[in-house]
């Protein structure tokens, strides 16, 4: 039966797929970059030290040619206090948010493709000025800038992956996302553990205009989203591009019907063209229908047809980050410093190849147990590893501690990590996907500045009240039991699933 499974697979999978796959996730690839390439070398850039890289001796050829004119036109530093500092790291969120509340009407309208070449547009323009920048108000614009354009990744991304891939395989292609992710954070903390020191760390900010640029060649490559042509009225050609997808010879024909039971042209109006109409007008393929074509940002909450939909995807995007995990990504040099007898910044690393390896190793298993399991098993995994790290912190047991955060991180892959990218494709049809994808991504940069703002507040606040360290782990495995909660009472299983209306036992789309 495996084997089968095996071949099963192998046989859905082709080199172009797996290429134009690549190609997309360069996007959120970038996310993880930009989102932690400030926290190895923040004390660096800050002028608060000169260097925090142990290696700097092997690295000391990059002096020779590091970023700097002869005029000395870009300093080694750029004095911050921590409120500015503060203020350059949070406005990467501030951008995340519009861009991911942009991005879904937007891919809607004018396509997936677009979309992702704005977004590498965005990408080179706000690496391009964080590199150069030689006082906090121009990092900060380069941060909002490169905001955006992970805003919108984050939407987008997810979103054609799963309109590509087999059915079959889409759990598997959507935990790509999350191990892209974890990729562009591990380079970023591998860079910075070179690079962290004089003026040699805007090579790391740098490089992401290297990896932008990249993205940017490779979509010439890439497909519009066939799923996307279907909705839009252009049946043969997304027949023809799902045909190259797949390869010569493979049935397309059971996703060509899942594109008319989603609202898709039907197979005797292939020809006629599906979106003639202006915005907010009926839709001609289904005749006595009142449903738009595409949703807004504000009618999928008002719609009682949606409003489910939304609140799981909400919900779920609150617990991946209520659970914690940020905790983690963006102040595990500072937490985790008296833990092991090493450097801060090598232990990050370590810590990010654990997520990177155990979110390839897990990205199976929402395709085999399901997506509300494998959420459910991440939860309570987190849960019980942050009631577990509060304890040994408090008691000062450090070796429990370290393996603690491992495990912490190695549950969230299991489903927090991957899951919540796949879901808002898979609990509404094409008309609602992309509002539900902007829902969704905009409750995840809420919840991630509301961990990033106040989570090292809220912590000095409990340590100062309650003594010791580690107090605020206690509130993370609180929230995690809440979140299963949640989850076991409005995340339906999307797994094995014909369509929507399945999903949610309906018997009809309207009343």
Known sequence: ????????????????????????????LQ?????????????????????????????????SSRPETAAGVLSDCIPMNEAAFATVSSIFTLGGLAG???????SSRRGRLPAMRATAFFYIVGAAVESVAGSAWVMAVGRLVSGLGAGASTVIVPLYISEISPPNERGLFGA???????VGILGTHTLGYFLSYGSAWRWILGAGVCVATAQAVGLLAVPESPAWLAAHGDATKAKRTLQRIRGRG????????????????????????????????PSPTAPGSKKPV??????????????????????VMFAQQLCGINSIVMYSVSLLANLLPMSSALLTILISMVNLVMTIACSPLPDRLGRKTCLLLSIVGQGTSSLALALSIVFGAKILSA????????FFAVGLGPVPFILASELVGQEAVGATQSWCLAANYVATF???????????????????????????????????????????????KKDVDDVWGRTRRLD
């Open 176 to 182: 790509m996302t999350q191990v892209s992710i974890n």
């Open 100 to 106: 991911a509340l942009c991005a879904g009407p937007f």
């Open 294 to 315: 595409h949703l807004g940002f504000v009618q999928v909450v008002k719609d009682p047809l949606y409003r489910p939909a939304i609140v799981a995807v909400v919900g």
């Open 403 to 410: 393996i603690s955060v491992l495990f912490f991180v190695g």
């Open 250 to 281: 493979f049935d397309i024909q059971d996703e060509v019907a899942a594109w008319n039971r989603d609202g898709g042209p039907g197979t005797n109006a292939e020809e006629e063209g599906l979106l003639a109409q202006s915005d907010g007008a």
């Open 450 to 496: 509301l961990v990033a703002q106040f989570f090292p507040i809220v912590n000095t606040a409990l340590n100062n009240a309650l003594g010791g360290q580690g107090w605020a782990y206690f509130v993370f495995a609180v929230l995690a039991a809440g979140s299963a909660v949640f989850v076991s009472l409005k995340v339906p299983e999307t797994l094995g």
């Open 31 to 63: 996310f993880g970059f930009h989102l932690a390439e400030l926290n190895a070398p923040q004390d660096v850039i800050t002028c608060r030290k000169k260097s925090i890289s142990a290696v700097e001796r092997i690295t000391s050829w990059v002096t």
């Open 1 to 28: 039966m495996a084997g089968g499974s095996m071949r099963q697979c192998l046989r859905d999978i082709t080199f172009y797929l797996v290429l134009v796959i690549a190609i997309a996730t360069l996007g959120s």
